[in-house]
C-alpha cells in the first residue's frame, strides 16, 4: 500500500491518457477534480492487487459517455455518493475499495475522487489495461463477471439502476440512458471481489501509468528528444509506428459515442507517407499508405513530438505534430475471446487482428514505415 | 369488494379498449392473458376505492410502448414478479394491492394477471381515465406524485429501475430502455397510497370498463342497433360524432410508438363528408370537413357500426364502418394543467382544447357533422 497525493496524480493522469489510445477524456479535467478531492480529504491510499483479500467487496466508479461532451459537463461528484449509497443498499454492506475500469484521462481519476470523499482505497488494477468504448469490453466481463448492478446518475441526481446478466445487454440499456441524459452519465458498475478481479483484471495498470506521467514530466532529465522516446517506448513495451502532422480530422458525435477519422503527412523518417487513423471514443485502426499497421485491442495513441505528451481525440488540432505508437494489449485481450469482443472485426473493420509488433516489422520489412 | 372472473374480464377488457381511445393495446390479447390467470389462481377481489384504507400501498403493473409490437411480444408474467419482488425491496414491505395505470385493452387486464397470481386485490381507479401515450400524463403525476420507483422489465428478465423526480424525466429514460428493450416493456410504477389513489386517480373506471362491455355483449337485447348505440352513449356520456368508412390508413412506429392518420369518408347521415383523425398511440385529433370536432383529453373512439365493438387503431382497415365518438375527459384533465399535460398543443397540434361537447354543438350547428 502507497499514498497518492497531488503529485502522484498528476503522473497516473498523464500516463493515463497515453494509456487511454485515444479515448478516455481528457486528463486535464479529470487532473483537476481528483486533485481538488485530495486535496480536501488528504491523500488516497493505492493497494496492490497482492494485498487485497479474496473476499473484498470492490466497485468500480466512471464515466460513460462520449468524451467530447464531458468536457463541458463534467461529474459534481455528489452523484458518486448517491451511487454508492445505492450500492450499499442493494448489497446490503459498504465495498471495501474501489477501482478504475479502464486507463483513461477521467476513468483513471474518478476512483481517486470517490476514494478521497469516501475514505476507500483504490486497487492498483484496471478491467481493460487501456480505454475502451463499451461496458462489455472489460477483462472482467470477458472472464465471466457481471457489469450489474450496474448504476447510472446524471448531474440533477437521476439515477437508473441497471439489472441485467448480459454485458451486451447491461452496455445497450446504459447508451440508451446516457444518451437521455445528455450523452453522459456517471456510472458504478463492475462490483466483485478482490479475488476476481486479481485474476482478472489487468494487474499494475496505475503504477505504469504513474511512470509513464513521471517520465513525461521529467522530460528534462533526458538528454535529447529521442532518448526520452526510447525510455518511454521501453516502460510501455510500444513501438514508434508513424511520425506525421496532423492534416485532416472527420469528427461526429452519435449515440453517445465520438466517431472520427484524422489524416496524417508523414514527417522526418516518414516524409513523403501518409496515415489514417479511425476512431470511435478509442483508436482503433492506423493504416500507413493503405497498409495496416496496427488494430485494437492492440493501443494505438498520440504523443506530442516536442513533449511526448498523450494527444487525446478531443484535442487533436490540424498541423500539430505526433509520434503514432503502437503499444501491445494485455495478453487477456489476445486470446480468440478478447479478439472477437474488441478486435477490428467488432468495430465492423473487415480485418483480421494480428499482433502491432508482427504489423509493424511487416511493415517495416516492406518499406510502409520508417 | 366483489369478485372478478371470467365474465367479468371479457367485459372490462372490451370497456377498456372503447375508452383506450384507439390505444391501449388490443383487447384480445390482455383478456387470454387475464381469464389464463384467473383460470389457474381463481377470481380476483376489485376494491371500490372506497373501501381501500389510507395507508394502503397500491403500485401499478403495465405494459410501456408501441402497442402494434405489443401484440407479438407480450409479456409472459414471470418479468411482473420479478418486478414486484425489486419492489418489495425496494420499499422494505409488500403492497397491498394494485391498479391499472391506464384503461386499455392491455393495461386494465395486467393488474388482473398480477393480482391473480400473487393474490392481491385489484382497485377500482386507474390514472388517466382512459389511456395515453406517456408516463407523466397521469392525474397521478399531475397531482404531484412520483411515477418512481420505476422498474422496467423484458421478456428475458433484463431489469432497469428508474428513480428520479420529475414526471417528464422518468418517461424520457423508460422509453429509451423500452427502445431497447425491442419497442416495449412491462412495468411496475406509481406506487402510492390508498388515500393519495382515492383522492388524484380516477374513480370507478373498471366498473365503468365493465358496463360497458356488458352491453356490447349483450347487443341482442336491444331492439334495434340504433337503441344499443343509444343506451351505450348514454353509459359513456359520449356524443356519435360521425358515421363512416375508413377510406386510408398510414401508420408508422417510431421512437416507442405508433404514430398515425386515418381517412374515412362518410356514409347514412354523413354521407359525402370527409373525417380525419391522427394518431399517436391514442387518438388525438379528429376533424370533418377541415373543422376540428374533437381534441384530447377528450376521448375519440372507434366503435363497429355492427356490433358497437371498439377498433383499436392496430385493428384498423381499409373499408371498415365505424362510428367516431366523442367522449368527455375526466374533469381532472379538463383544467389548465391538465390541458397543458395531454391537450393538442403537447401533441404538437396548433389547436386550442375545447371541450368535445362544445365542439360538437357547434359543428353540428354549422352543418359540418350531422
Redesign the interface.
Known amino acids: 500500500m502507497r499514498q497518492i497525493g497531488v503529485e502522484e496524480l498528476r503522473d497516473i493522469a498523464t500516463g493515463a491518457a497515453l494509456m487511454g489510445a485515444g479515448g478516455g477524456g481528457n486528463p486535464e479535467v479529470g487532473k483537476l477534480m481528483a486533485i481538488a478531492a485530495v486535496r480536501e480529504h488528504g491523500p488516497v491510499s493505492l493497494l496492490d492487487p497482492s494485498e487485497v483479500p479474496d473476499d473484498f467487496l470492490v466497485t468500480s466508479p466512471s464515466g460513460i459517455g462520449a468524451p467530447a461532451v464531458g468536457l463541458e459537463k463534467f461529474p459534481n461528484g455528489s452523484e458518486f455518493e448517491l451511487m454508492m449509497n ?1 450500492l450499499r443498499e442493494i448489497l446490503g454492506r459498504d465495498v471495501d475499495a474501489v477501482f478504475p475500469i479502464e486507463a483513461g484521462g477521467i476513468n483513471s481519476m474518478i476512483p481517486f475522487i470517490v476514494g478521497a470523499k469516501l475514505g476507500l482505497p483504490v486497487v492498483d488494477a484496471d478491467g481493460m489495461g487501456r480505454a475502451f468504448p463499451e461496458l462489455q469490453m472489460s477483462t472482467l466481463a470477458l472472464a465471466g463477471h457481471r457489469i450489474c448492478p450496474l448504476i447510472l446518475a446524471d448531474e ?11 454485458p451486451h ?1 447491461a452496455e ?2 446504459a ?3 446516457t ?2 441524459m445528455g450523452a453522459t452519465s456517471q456510472s458504478v458498475s463492475d462490483t466483485t471481489t478482490g479475488d476476481a478481479l486479481r485474476n482478472d483484471g489487468v494487474l499494475g495498470i496505475i503504477t505504469k501509468c504513474q511512470k509513464i506521467g513521471h517520465l513525461i514530466r521529467h522530460l528534462g532529465d533526458y538528454p535529447t528528444p529521442a532518448s526520452a522516446l526510447a525510455a518511454l517506448l521501453d516502460v510501455t513495451n510500444g513501438q514508434r509506428m508513424f511520425t506525421a502532422k496532423i492534416t485532416d480530422i472527420k469528427h461526429v458525435t452519435k449515440s453517445g459515442f465520438n466517431f472520427g477519422t484524422v489524416l496524417f503527412s508523414g514527417i522526418d523518417g516518414d516524409s513523403g507517407r501518409m496515415g489514417q487513423l479511425e476512431f470511435q471514443n478509442e483508436n482503433i485502426v492506423f493504416s500507413v499508405s493503405g497498409t495496416v499497421v496496427a488494430t485494437a485491442p492492440d493501443l494505438i495513441t498520440l504523443i506530442d513530438t516536442e513533449t511526448l505528451d498523450p494527444v487525446t481525440n478531443e484535442e487533436l488540432r490540424y498541423g500539430k505534430r505526433v509520434h503514432v505508437l503502437g503499444l501491445p494489449a494485455d495478453d487477456k485481450w489476445r486470446t480468440p475471446a478478447g479478439i472477437e469482443c474488441v478486435g477490428p472485426r467488432y468495430f465492423k473493420y473487415d480485418i483480421d487482428y494480428q499482433p502491432v509488433e508482427e504489423l509493424v516489422a511487416e511493415a517495416q520489412k516492406k518499406g510502409v514505415i520508417d
Do not use: T
Open positions: 445505492k440533477k441526481g437521476n439515477l437508473v439502476q441497471i439489472d441485467v446478466d448480459s445487454d445497450k440499456f447508451r440508451a440512458v444518451v437521455e
